[in-house]
């Protein structure tokens, strides 16, 4: 059985940070693609950043040079520290474990940016 287990959302003010986690079973982390996406209420969801198994990574142009995506293979997790946080950065945040044509989603985790 494959689960997505995200942690670390919260409330936090304007400028400060949050480290999220996504610890993933019941696949071979190391081959799969590892992501995060949000959605924010009556947006579409959005890919925030990405890590592959090759060791690349991407991040949406909003998000570059506050968030930085990392990954750890031996405890089979991907975190997404977020730094700099922006009242617009407010979202749901899920984590996706991808190797086509197999997909996965974690349940998500609340991010409220606000004062």
């Known amino acids: 059985q494959v689960q997505l287990v995200e942690s670390g959302g919260g409330l936090v003010q304007p400028g400060g940070s949050l480290r999220l986690s996504c610890a993933a079973s019941?696949?071979?982390?190391?081959?799969?693609?590892m992501a995060w996406y949000r959605q924010a209420p009556g947006k579409q969801r959005e890919l925030v950043a990405a890590?592959?198994?090759?060791?690349?990574?991407n991040y949406v142009d909003s998000v570059k040079g506050r968030f930085t995506i990392s990954r750890d293979n031996a405890k089979n997790t991907v975190y997404l520290q977020m730094n700099s946080l922006k009242p617009e950065d407010t979202a749901v945040y899920s984590c996706?474990?991808?190797?086509?044509?197999?997909?996965?989603w974690g349940q998500g985790t609340q991010v409220t940016v606000s004062s």
């Open positions: 890590s592959t198994s090759g060791g690349s990574t």
């Open positions: 019941g696949i071979n982390f190391v081959i799969y693609t």
């Open positions: 996706n474990a991808r190797f086509p044509p197999r997909n996965y």
